[in-house]
C-alpha cells in the first residue's frame, strides 16, 4: 500500500495574473495548471490528494471535478481556507482530511512542470521519518525563501526573503514550495506555528527549524533543473514555462526522428473541447513545418508532412498523406482520418467525422465534415462536403455543395463512384447521385439521379440575336 498523500496547496489569489480566472486554471499547453499537479500526483500514484482552495474555490472545483482525467487514481478532497493566512495556515487546513500514518508531499498549484520522478526522490529521501525540502540554486534568488545551513552544512532553518538579513539573502539555495515530511510530525508542528514575521502569516517554511529543535533529520533533495519548480505569478511567466515545456515536448519528437523546421515554434497542448490529453505519435520520417499547433491525440505516420501554420486536432493521418499550410483539422470526439497519399489543404477544413481514403485530394477552401470520400475522390476546390458518402474517383467540382439541413434535420447525400459533380452544384439531401453520372455546372439536384446519366437541372440557355441594348435618353 503506498502512503504518499498530497497536499495541493491552491488558495492564493495570484494578483500578478490580473485575469478574472484563478492562476491555478490558467492553462499551460491547453491544460489547467492545477491539473498538471493532479497529474504528476496520479504519476507518483499518492493515495490521496487534498486541494487547499480560497480565492475562486467554487471555480476551481467544479472545473476539477468536471474534469474526469484530473480526479483518476485517488482519493480527491478539497478543503477550503478562508481567509488565506500562509501556507502554513493552509496546510492546516487540509490536517483533518490527511491520514496520519502517511508521508505528507506538499506541492503548489501554480507550479505545473514537476516531474514524478524528482517527486520520488523526496519522498525517499524522507524515508525513515525525516523532513524532505526539495530545493534549487538560483543565480537570482530574489523572493525565495534561503535555506540556511549550519557550519557543518546541515539544513538549520528556512528564512524568507522579507525576514532575512543581507547575508542571508545573499545565499543561492532557495526552497522550491515542495517538501515531503511524515504526517506524524506534521501535526504538532503545524500547531506551534506563530505568524510573528514581516508578512504576519503562518510559515509553512518555520517547520524546519522545528524538526531541527525535535532532533528530526532534515534531508535537502536539490536538483538542477530550475523549470521543474519554477512557478507562474505572471502572464509573463506563464508564457516562459509555455515555450520551455513546449521546447522539451519538441526536442523529445525529434530525439524520435521527426524533423520538426523549428523546435522553438511548435506546440501540442491537450484538447481544449474533448479534455483528451496532448499526444503526438509519429512514424519514421515526419516532417512538420514552423508555426502548427497539434491538439488531443493526433498520429501521424511514415514520410507524412505537415505544412506550415496547420491546426491539427484528434486526427489520424496516414503514411505519405500530404497536408498542405494553414490547413485547420478539428476531429473532437469524432476523429478525422485522412488516408494514405493523401493531399489536404492549403486552406482546407477537415471537421469531425471526416474521413478520407487512399490519394483523396481535399483543396483550398474545402469543408469536409461527417463525410467519407473513398479512395482517389477529389475535391479541389471551393467546396462543402457535409454527411455525404462519397465513392471511389469521384470529382467534386469547385463551388459544389451538400444541402445536408432542412432547417430541423440533417439529411445525408451519396454519390456513386466514379460521378463527376460540376462546378456551382447544390445537392439536396438525402439525395443520391448514381454511379458513373455526371451533374451538370450549376445543377440544384433535389431528386436521385440514375446511374451513368448526365443530370441537369437549370435554366435551358437561350440567345438572342442581334439584342439591342437599352441606352440612355439624352
Ligand atoms: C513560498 C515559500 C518560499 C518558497 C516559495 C517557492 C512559504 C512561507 N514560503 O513563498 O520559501 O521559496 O514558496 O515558490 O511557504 N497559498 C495558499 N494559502 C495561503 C498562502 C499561499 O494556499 O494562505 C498557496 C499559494 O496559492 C501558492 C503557494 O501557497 O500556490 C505558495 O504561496 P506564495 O504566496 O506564492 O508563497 P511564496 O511567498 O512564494
Ligand atoms: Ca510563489
Known amino acids: 500500500m503506498n502512503t504518499i498523500d498530497v497536499v495541493i496547496l491552491a488558495a ?68 477550503r481556507q478562508e481567509p488565506q493566512l500562509g501556507t502554513g495556515h493552509a496546510v492546516q487546513q487540509a490536517l483533518p482530511a490527511l491520514p496520519g500514518d502517511g508521508t505528507v508531499v506538499v506541492l503548489s498549484g501554480d507550479v505545473p512542470l514537476t516531474q514524478a520522478a524528482t517527486l520520488q526522490a523526496l519522498v525517499d529521501a524522507a524515508a525513515g521519518g525525516r523532513l524532505a525540502l526539495l530545493t534549487v540554486t538560483l543565480p537570482d534568488p530574489a523572493g525565495y525563501g534561503r535555506i540556511v545551513r549550519g557550519d557543518d552544512g546541515a539544513v538549520r532553518r528556512i528564512v524568507e526573503q522579507k525576514d532575512a538579513s543581507a547575508a542571508e539573502r545573499a545565499i543561492t539555495e532557495v526552497y522550491s514550495g515542495i517538501m515531503a515530511v511524515p504526517a506524524r510530525h506534521l501535526r504538532g508542528w503545524l500547531a506551534r506555528l506563530s505568524n510573528d514575521n514581516a508578512q504576519g502569516e503562518y510559515y509553512l517554511t518555520d517547520v524546519v527549524a522545528m524538526a531541527v529543535a525535535d532532533g528530526v533529520p532534515v534531508a535537502a533533495h536539490r536538483i538542477q533543473d530550475a523549470l521543474q519548480v519554477a512557478g507562474v505569478n505572471s502572464p509573463l511567466q506563464l508564457a516562459a514555462l509555455e515555450r520551455a515545456h513546449q521546447l522539451r515536448q519538441a526536442e523529445a519528437l525529434m530525439e524520435q526522428g521527426v524533423r520538426l523546421a523549428d523546435p522553438a515554434r511548435f506546440d501540442l497542448r491537450d484538447d481544449a473541447r474533448t479534455g483528451l490529453p496532448a499526444q503526438l505519435v509519429c512514424g519514421q520520417d515526419v516532417e512538420i513545418d514552423v508555426g502548427c499547433i497539434f491538439t488531443g491525440r493526433v498520429e501521424v505516420g511514415e514520410g507524412a508532412r505537415i505544412g506550415a501554420y496547420c491546426h491539427i486536432g484528434n486526427a489520424r493521418i496516414a503514411a505519405g498523406a500530404v497536408i498542405q499550410p494553414f490547413t485547420h483539422i478539428d476531429g473532437e470526439a469524432a476523429g478525422v482520418q485522412v488516408g494514405e497519399g493523401a493531399l489536404v489543404g492549403p486552406f482546407a477544413r477537415l471537421r469531425p467525422g471526416a474521413q478520407l481514403g487512399r490519394e483523396v485530394h481535399v483543396g483550398n477552401f474545402v469543408e469536409v465534415k461527417n463525410s467519407t470520400l473513398a479512395d482517389g475522390a477529389k475535391a479541389n476546390h471551393l467546396a462543402y462536403l457535409g454527411d455525404a458518402t462519397v465513392g471511389e474517383r469521384v470529382n467534386y467540382g469547385a ?36 454511379a458513373g453520372g455526371t451533374v451538370g455546372g450549376g445543377s440544384t439536384i433535389t431528386k436521385s439521379t440514375p446511374p451513368g446519366a448526365l443530370s441537369v437541372s437549370r435554366g435551358r440557355q437561350v440567345s438572342i440575336a442581334n439584342w439591342a441594348r437599352p441606352v440612355k435618353e439624352k
Open 399 to 434: 463551388g459544389s455543395i451538400t444541402a445536408n439541413y432542412d432547417g430541423a434535420r440533417k439529411h445525408r447525400t451519396v454519390i456513386e463512384p466514379d460521378v463527376h459533380v460540376g462546378s456551382n452544384c447544390v445537392l439536396v439531401a438525402p439525395v443520391t447521385i448514381g
Open 12 to 79: 492564493g489569489k495570484g494578483t500578478r495574473m490580473k485575469s478574472q480566472r484563478p492562476k491555478v486554471l490558467q492553462t499551460l499547453a491547453g491544460r489547467p495548471l492545477l491539473c498538471h499537479v493532479l497529474g504528476t500526483a496520479a504519476q507518483l500514484r499518492a493515495r490521496s490528494a487534498v486541494v487547499v482552495t480560497g480565492h475562486g474555490a467554487p471555480e476551481v472545483e467544479a472545473s476539477i471535478l468536471g474534469g474526469t482525467r484530473a480526479r483518476a487514481g485517488f482519493d480527491l478532497k478539497f478543503v
